[in-house]
């Protein structure tokens, strides 16, 4: 009897998120509104353990997926850190990529339920957990769980019955808008929609008209100063064209300069980005500067060589 217990209590314990599985693959223990809306709970008391967990450094946690993961969610492999770099404190509390991925497919087998119940799910329900899924992939750069959410929540969520409120219009409008502009690159989407938004919605922003502007004219120095402005939300879905300004603004100094300060060049080009040093950005950018001292050396003026002296003209006597 006592091995018996003593067997029960090293059994590890289910994962009340990974528990459930997806309706499409026959798991139906989310077919009904008060299963969704407790698991919903759930999730959202993950979440808020998660901040808690890495309340030291937030932003690092939400983007440790690894960069190569799977447009799907369900493939993303945690990108846990090696145990040997972890803080012996912090091996009790999951690897956050582990947790994020967790997270997301957790929200992504909600969202599959309420859609298979929609006519039975009520529709405010479904607009609160598509927003709130929204908000935590964006933080964590993850578009295949974002971008549709976004698509599904303005064309068929928000209607004239079941209206979302101005403000989640807004967020959502902004979040597409940026992602046409930032992650796909698609500057006529981008604008279509602003133009579509604005006759709809009444939607107006200044920060996002600056950050269109300011990437259509590769005016790098706007692009920082709006980025700093907007909160975390939108900073996240500025920071897929984070590359991109910074090549463009290294070549517009290249192509303009000799030399330049080093902190001028670092500063200016990465948004005076605290983790980027000239080292860095050398090997990164792969550029072929010169720095000597505080100065980087662009481009040395060509030198021109000494004129050669006219041949003397020959003197003529006259006879």
Request: one cysteine or more; aromatic letters at 8%; glycine letters at 2%.
């Amino acid at each position: 009897m006592q091995s018996r217990a003593q067997g029960s209590r090293l059994k590890p314990v289910a994962d009340s998120l990974e528990n459930v599985g997806f309706v499409s693959k026959g798991d139906k223990k989310l077919l009904t509104f008060q299963a969704q809306h407790e698991y919903y709970d759930k999730i959202v008391a993950r979440y808020m353990k998660f901040c808690a967990d890495h309340s030291k450094d937030l932003n690092a946690a939400f983007t440790s997926l690894p960069t190569s993961a799977s447009n799907d969610a369900t493939s993303n492999p945690p990108a846990a850190l090696p145990s040997s770099k972890r803080n012996p404190a912090d091996k009790s509390i999951p690897p956050p990529s582990s947790e994020l991925s967790t997270l997301l497919l957790s929200l992504r087998k909600l969202r599959e339920a309420t859609l298979a119940t929609a006519s039975e799910t009520p529709i405010d329900f479904t607009q609160r957990v598509h927003i709130f899924s929204i908000r935590l992939s964006i933080r964590a750069q993850h578009p295949p769980s974002y971008f549709p959410s976004l698509r599904y929540s303005l064309d068929r969520l928000h209607s004239r019955s079941h209206p979302l409120p101005d403000s989640e219009v807004k967020e959502i409008v902004s979040y597409l808008i940026l992602d046409y502009a930032c992650r796909q690159d698609d500057m006529v989407s981008a604008f279509e929609l602003r133009a579509r938004a604005r006759k709809e919605f009444a939607f107006s922003d200044k920060s996002i008209d600056r950050a269109l502007d300011a990437l259509m004219h590769d005016n790098w120095i706007v692009f920082w100063r709006v980025r700093k402005m907007v909160d975390s939300y939108m900073q996240a879905v500025m920071d897929w064209a984070v590359d991109r300004v910074r090549r463009h603004a290294l070549k517009a100094v290249g192509s303009a300069y000799l030399n330049v300060h080093v902190s001028w060049i670092v500063g200016g080009c990465t948004g005076h980005d605290e983790s980027w040093t000239w080292e860095k950005l050398v090997d990164v950018e792969k550029l072929g500067w010169e720095k000597e001292g505080e100065k980087i050396v662009i481009r040395r003026p060509k030198t021109r060589a000494p004129a050669k002296p006219e041949p003397a003209q020959p003197s003529t006597v006259s006879s």
